[in-house]
């Protein structure tokens, strides 16, 4: 069977019989690939602990018929041990690991944009040294803007008018100006725009300058962001703990 290899992200495991493992990856030049890891659950496997979520990881791999499989597993970024051991930072990994998994659909698809943002967000994420809530809302707008979906947190998401404005509208957009505004928008603090925007921008000088509670409403709004262009929830979102923002 042919051969090939790739860096990678471990994104999800699933047993398989007694000692194997389904591995969900999102690789740099091959996009989502998912591949079975020979006798992975065993205490005497060679490359278990290099094969669990939020392993960065460089994998040689058999290609099969239905599932390709695992030969040769090399750590680059051991970022498993450093989340796992905090509750925030592994409920807010979960929730990115989801968001990988729901956005990147088709499997052997080169999908290179989103492997870099989930590859620099689990290794922000382990450093510690940004608030785990704030690279997770970070990651979930430059995640679905790759995907086709970016908002517009300055002009006029409908008619292209310059900003700042007050009103924002998920179906809309974002941002909408007053002639725009439909009924049940919302009104934001102008605080909570410039943060979505330096979210998604990447400014990590003006994010890290804001309060809680702006932090809290942007959280909000990207959350309900991320669940009506996805039509569902994300179940891992659920699980984040927000309260230390």
């Known amino acids: 069977m042919p051969l090939y290899r790739d860096d990678a992200i471990v994104m999800r495991a699933q047993k398989l019989g007694e000692a194997d493992r389904i591995i969900t990856l999102l690789t740099r030049e091959y996009g989502k690939v998912r591949a079975v890891a020979k006798g992975v659950r065993r205490t005497s496997s060679k490359f278990g602990a290099r094969l669990e979520p939020f392993m960065h990881i460089d ?3 058999n290609e099969g018929r239905n599932l390709d499989m695992i030969t040769q597993v090399d750590t680059i970024g051991a970022y498993a041990k450093a989340i796992c051991e ?3 930072k592994y409920t807010v990994g979960g929730a990115i690991l989801e968001t990988a998994d729901r956005l990147v659909v088709a499997e052997h698809e080169p999908s290179t944009q989103q492997y870099w943002l989930l590859a620099g967000a689990l290794r922000t994420l ?6 785990p809530e704030l690279i997770l809302d970070s990651y979930l707008l430059r ?3 790759v995907a086709g979906y970016a908002p517009s947190f300055e002009d006029c998401a409908r008619c292209g008018a310059p900003g700042p404005h007050r009103a924002y509208s998920l179906p809309q957009g974002g941002a909408v100006c007053q002639d725009c505004r439909a009924p049940g928008s919302a009104s934001p603090a102008p605080q909570t725009f410039q943060l979505l925007s330096a979210l998604l921008s990447g400014d ?4 890290l300058r804001t309060d809680v509670r702006t932090r809290r409403e942007a959280s909000g ?3 309900a962001f991320c669940q009506f262009h996805l039509e569902r929830t994300i179940r891992s979102l659920r699980m984040v703990d927000r309260v230390g923002q």
Do not use: C, R
Not at 126 to 131: D, F, L, S
């Open 143 to 145: 995640s679905f803007a």
């Open 204 to 207: 990590w000088d003006a994010a």
């Open 126 to 131: 382990a450093e510690g040294n940004k608030p």
């Open 221 to 223: 709004l990207v959350a």
């Open 59 to 61: 994998v040689q791999l």
């Open 86 to 88: 905090d509750y925030t």
